[in-house]
Antibody, heavy 124, light 108 residues
Framework: QLQLQQSGPGLVKPSETLSLTCTVS??????????WGWIRQPPGKGLECIGT???????YYNPSLKSRVTMSVDTSKNQVSLKLSSVTAADTAVYYC????????????????WGHGTLVTVSS | DIQMTQSPSALSASVGDRVTITCRAS??????LNWYQQKPGKAPELLIY???RLQSGVPSRFSGSGSGTDFTFTITSLQPEDSATYYC??????????FGQGTKLQIK
């Protein structure tokens, strides 16, 4: 069973870069069946998928955030990272990392393990 | 983009009741529809995948059905611990995954 441990600052200043790391245990991030996703949830609101990355570093970003997002992997540390640049108050949210199980060209894909979430507040 | 619309947005039911939540896609997504439960302050938890398959370890009172554009999530014999917000999520437009807006379920 995978466990995802998130780390990173809970407070970021406007215009700066949000950086979060997700350390995976209980399995390797080097997997043909798994991608690694970041999802965020503004306070009191719903879930938004920020993007996904696979073990080779291949990424997909939500078009609404694409210009500001960078995701990467460190296979030696079994970690996945998220960077979101030029943040504003609208980026205040709980950020989750999650494992995305992909079957059959990923049409069947679901987030089966989640980190605990990190509340990131954008404020000066 | 495919829009996912859940109904109702909120509901209240009593212990032992049967509860149904609907998720409608703006275009056909086959059976590529998942359901999650989120309790306050916690991460979402996968309950149902591919519209009707129960995730391992999830109680059998939870079930899902549907295909195409219309999907249903059902809890038979509602329990106090089922108080939560439920989300549907489509994976048809991989790798762009979208969630419904959520349905908040309260226990009377």
């Amino acid at each position: 069973q995978l466990q995802l441990q998130q780390s990173g600052p809970g407070l970021v200043k406007p215009s700066e870069t949000l950086s979060l790391t997700c350390t995976v245990s209980g399995g390797s991030i080097i997997s043909r069946s798994y991608y690694w996703g970041w999802i965020r949830q503004p306070p009191g609101k719903g879930l938004e998928c920020i993007g996904t990355v696979d073990y080779s570093g291949s990424t997909y970003y939500n078009p609404s955030l694409k210009s500001r997002v960078t995701m990467s992997v460190d296979t030696s540390k079994n970690q996945v990272s998220l960077k979101l640049s030029s943040v504003t108050a609208a980026d205040t949210a709980v950020y989750y990392c999650a494992s995305l199980f992909c079957g059959g060209a990923c049409y069947s894909a679901y987030f089966d393990y989640w980190g605990h979430g990190t509340l990131v507040t954008v404020s000066s | 983009d495919i829009q996912m619309t859940q109904s109702p947005s909120a509901l209240s039911a009593s212990v032992g009741d049967r509860v149904t939540i609907t998720c409608r896609a703006s275009q056909s997504i086959s059976n590529y529809l998942n359901w999650y439960q989120q309790k306050p302050g916690k991460a979402p938890e996968l309950l149902i995948y591919e519209a009707s398959r129960l995730q391992s370890g999830v109680p059998s009172r939870f079930s899902g059905s549907g295909s195409g554009t219309d999907f249903t999530f059902t809890i038979t014999s509602l329990q106090p611990e089922d108080s939560a917000t439920y989300y549907c999520q489509q994976s048809y437009t991989t790798p762009l995954y979208t969630f419904g807006q959520g349905t908040k379920l309260q226990i009377k």
